[in-house]
């Protein structure tokens, strides 16, 4: 086990809808990471922040959205769904310390289905 | 653009067999990497890092080897067990690449009992 926690396990939704997914980071790590995986494929990457601040984002359109809290727990925010977000997001916290990254420790994931 | 990616889609190993799975990598700054295993409907799992300043590190019953003449990444796993069968992923970090990890498409390790 990581320590790194997701909630919910499992979401449906319908297009158009709004999606809020939340992460638990490890104890001790400062750095939240988001990644969305599509069956099949490898994970890719969203956005990741840093003492709740945006550090990096991926290709992905504005109505993806995130937050870092002081305690270091994120969300991760999907507005106007669409079918292709249907995919496993996963979050992955990590150690950013003297510039330097660290291994990202993954959480379960939430399986969001949009129909 | 720049990307990570596996030669063989799955594998399959006798149990007691050693495994090798590789991955090629296209961009040189890449200075971290990392391979992952990941269970159906898991998290992928932290498995072994390096850094492009080393050419080998070992793990338990897995090693991974590092060729950055010819941009080459190897997970080796020893004694292949049931419990190895996975999708196993090799990811990077580019240095300034603002410490997002890029994955491959994975390989599917299947074990033979």
């Known amino acids: 086990e990581t320590g790194v926690t997701q909630s919910p396990t499992h979401l449906i939704k319908t297009r158009g809808q709004q999606v809020t997914l939340r992460c638990s980071s490890q104890?001790?790590?400062?750095?939240v990471s988001w990644y969305q995986q599509a069956l099949g494929q490898g994970p890719q990457f969203i956005f990741q922040?840093?003492?709740?601040?945006?550090?990096g984002r991926g290709n992905f359109p504005p109505r993806f959205s995130g937050l870092q809290f002081p305690n270091y727990s994120s969300e991760l925010n999907v507005n106007a769904l669409e079918l292709d977000d249907s995919a496993l997001y996963l979050c992955?916290?990590?150690?950013?310390?003297?510039?330097?990254?660290?291994?990202?420790?993954f959480g379960p994931g939430t399986r969001l289905t949009v129909l | 653009g720049e990307s990570v990616g596996l030669h063989l889609p799955t594998l399959s190993v006798q149990e007691g067999d050693n495994s090798i799975i590789n991955c090629a990598y296209s961009?040189?700054?890449?200075?971290?990497f990392i391979w992952y295993k990941q269970e159906s409907g898991k998290g992928p799992q932290f498995i072994i890092d390096?850094?492009?300043?080393?050419d080998k590190r070992q793990g338990q019953r897995v090693t991974v080897l590092l060729n950055k003449t010819v941009k080459h990444l190897s997970l080796q796993i020893a004694a292949t067990q049931p419990g190895d069968s996975a999708v196993y992923f090799c990811?990077?970090?580019?240095?300034?690449?603002?410490?997002?990890?890029?994955f491959g498409t994975g390989t599917q390790l299947k074990v033979e009992l």
């Open positions: 961009n040189s700054a890449s200075d971290y």
């Open positions: 922040y840093y003492r709740e601040e945006e550090n």
């Open positions: 390096i850094r492009s300043n080393m």
């Open positions: 992955a916290s990590s150690l950013i310390a003297g510039g330097q990254s660290d291994t990202q420790y």
């Open positions: 990811a990077e970090i580019l240095t300034g690449g603002g410490n997002k990890l890029t």
């Open positions: 104890s001790g790590h400062n750095t």
